[in-house]
């Protein structure tokens, strides 16, 4: 079980890399769920994408499409995939100008596991916020911390309650870097 954990972002200090839009569908419309990609679920629609390239640059191993979505190379796919078979789904995806093969990432487990004490800050909405159907759930997690024992064998997902962000276990930080990824940035939660 990894003890330490890590949010993977996408490193946009690389000068001269690309960004990616909004994923598409075979028509070429954007998809109307993208959120889809990132609650920590499997995705049951799962047929082959688009993504537009909005900022031309240097290809990278790992991105994040608009929404936050996570796209990665084959190769990275490839990884991941023996590392944690459980925790992953990948979505074939066609970059533009791209002969490569790229896949968005979904993280399939949505864990409970944000340690509210160690954490800088949190809030949850409340009754007197208005949003009835969001009181209970995180509003703001600022330095998040998770708590390795209710993460349990994850070792790719996305935390209950802030699922913006996408966590990985210590052994898959070190593949990735092992293998020299590009795109990767890592905060130890």
């Keep these: 079980m990894p003890t330490r954990f890590y949010e993977l972002t996408d490193d946009m200090s690389i000068q001269g890399r690309w960004l990616l839009g909004v994923p598409r ?3 070429g419309r954007e998809i109307e769920e993208p959120w889809l990609f990132t609650d920590g679920a499997t995705v049951a629609d799962s047929r082959h994408l688009r993504l537009p390239v909005v900022v031309p640059g240097s290809a990278l191993d790992f991105s994040r499409a608009a929404f936050a979505i996570p796209v990665v190379h084959h190769r990275v796919a490839t990884r991941l995939a023996e590392l944690a078979p459980s925790d992953v789904q990948f979505v074939d995806a066609t970059v533009q100008g791209q002969t490569e093969s790229f896949c968005i990432l979904v ?42 024992l209710k993460a349990g064998q994850a070792k790719v997902f996305r935390p209950w309650g802030w699922s913006v962000s996408l966590i990985v276990g210590e052994d898959i930080k070190q593949a990735l870097e092992e293998m020299g990824a590009t795109g990767v940035r890592f905060t130890e939660v």
């Design 25 to 27: 569908d075979e028509q």
């Design 107 to 148: 993280a399939t487990q949505l864990v409970k596991c944000i340690d509210d004490k160690a954490s800088a800050e949190v809030e949850y909405w409340r009754e007197a916020d208005g949003r009835p159907e969001k009181v209970g759930r995180y509003r703001k997690v600022a330095g998040m911390r998770v708590d390795p």
